[in-house]
């Protein structure tokens, strides 16, 4: 009887316990972070998952309009997302974005004064400044014998096939704006055709259209021109010496890329401790460091290596930065620029 007694105690302990078991397991909270590819150090992320006892489910996109349209289907909860400037006034216009409370991101007090109260987010409510820096061109020295200041080096015949385009309508079609002379936001209908015809001019001479593989394509010598984020030239020179960076004298794009909680987030707090942790000064550092773009965070960038914080590839003079400009949000025009984007691709 005392054996059978134990295990009825056994087994009633066990039928007590189960509910408490399951709640436990159900409480657990997964992050969902949605951002560029080759964005973090995914290090990182381990250290906040063991720190917080927070699961995080970590997933890329390729341009701002790819992650628009995923968290606009609502078909994932992601919780922090990482969109540029000119789509996060587009998805706080469409009610797609939460405020945050800063009173849980007390590192938001480390982000330099320069990038607060930016167009897109006047009022710092909903996005914290996660890198910034320029597009311009990068090119291998031992292929490239023109001097490389202007946007309209990648429309030379010399460099047929030798030219790498990113695949995004509002960097290429930015490119043919400023070659002509016109801001890169223009919704003048008739500079558009004409940026659409430079491009359509342009085709022959380029080798692809490309993303993320543009840094291996350019490190092994695949070809001798590419547009590229100033970040990603970084590393690419870091990889081969033969590359150089230079910002066109027409001006480019200079972008800030933040992180805000979408309105599916269901871990609101949560998505909050997560972007407070991102700012840890030496996990904001790291995080620099490994990615090579520009840093908004004042202590982070104090403590980089003075050869960093001097590379005018991630850190560029007052001047270049003065002939750049920031993308707005162009609403109902976008169908513009997707219109020309599609016929410049399907053009022969």
């Known amino acids: 009887m005392k054996k059978i007694n134990k295990f009825l105690a056994v087994f009633l302990m066990v039928l007590i316990m189960l509910p408490f078991t399951s709640c436990s397991k159900e409480?657990?909270?997964?992050?969902?972070?949605?951002?560029?590819?080759?964005?973090?150090?995914?290090?990182?992320?381990?250290?906040?998952?063991?720190?917080?006892?927070?699961?995080?489910?970590?997933?890329?996109f390729a341009t701002n309009e790819d992650m628009y349209v995923k968290i606009k289907s609502g078909g994932t909860a992601y919780d922090v997302a990482i969109p540029s400037d000119y789509m996060i006034s587009k998805m706080i216009k469409e009610n797609m974005l939460q405020k945050i409370d800063f009173s849980n991101v007390p590192n938001y007090k480390y982000i330099d004064e320069k990038f607060k109260g930016l167009e897109f987010d006047p009022n710092n409510e909903y996005s914290v400044p996660y890198m910034w820096g320029v597009v311009g061109i990068v090119y291998n020295k031992k292929m490239v014998s023109d001097p490389v200041d202007s946007w309209n080096i990648l429309w030379n015949?010399?460099?047929?096939?030798?030219?790498?385009?990113?695949?995004?309508?509002?960097?290429?079609?930015?490119?043919?704006?400023?070659k002509l002379g016109y801001s890169l936001n223009t919704t003048d209908k008739d500079k558009l055709e004409q940026a659409k015809q430079e491009l359509i001019k342009q085709k022959p001479l380029v080798l692809a259209y490309v993303g993320d593989e543009i840094k291996d394509k350019m490190i092994s010598g695949e070809a001798a021109l590419a547009v590229a984020w100033a970040g990603d030239a970084v590393f690419m020179k870091?990889?081969?010496?033969?590359?150089?960076?230079?910002?066109?004298?027409?001006?480019?794009?200079?972008?800030?890329?933040?992180?805000?909680?979408?309105?599916?987030s269901k871990h609101k707090k949560e998505a909050e401790m997560f972007i407070n942790f991102m700012f840890e000064t030496e996990i904001a550092k790291k995080n620099t460091e490994y990615i090579g773009y520009s840093t908004p965070h004042k202590e982070a960038y104090k403590l980089l290596d003075e050869e960093t914080k001097y590379d005018k590839t991630a850190y560029p003079d007052e001047e270049v930065l003065k002939r750049c400009e920031v993308y707005k949000d162009l609403s109902d025009m976008l169908k513009e620029y997707d219109k020309i984007w599609t016929e410049v691709k399907a053009a022969h």
């Not at 590819?37 to 063991?50: H, L, Q, R």
């Not at 015949?157 to 400023?178: N, P």
Request: glycine fraction near 4%.
């Open 238 to 264: 870091q990889q081969n010496p033969d590359l150089e960076f230079a910002v066109p004298k027409e001006g480019s794009n200079l972008f800030v890329d933040c992180m805000v909680i979408p309105k599916t």
């Open 27 to 60: 409480e657990k909270v997964t992050l969902n972070v949605y951002n560029w590819g080759d964005y973090i150090d995914e290090s990182v992320i381990s250290e906040f998952e063991n720190k917080y006892g927070i699961k995080v489910n970590y997933e890329t």
């Open 157 to 178: 015949e010399k460099y047929k096939k030798q030219i790498l385009m990113l695949d995004s309508q509002r960097e290429s079609i930015g490119v043919a704006l400023q």
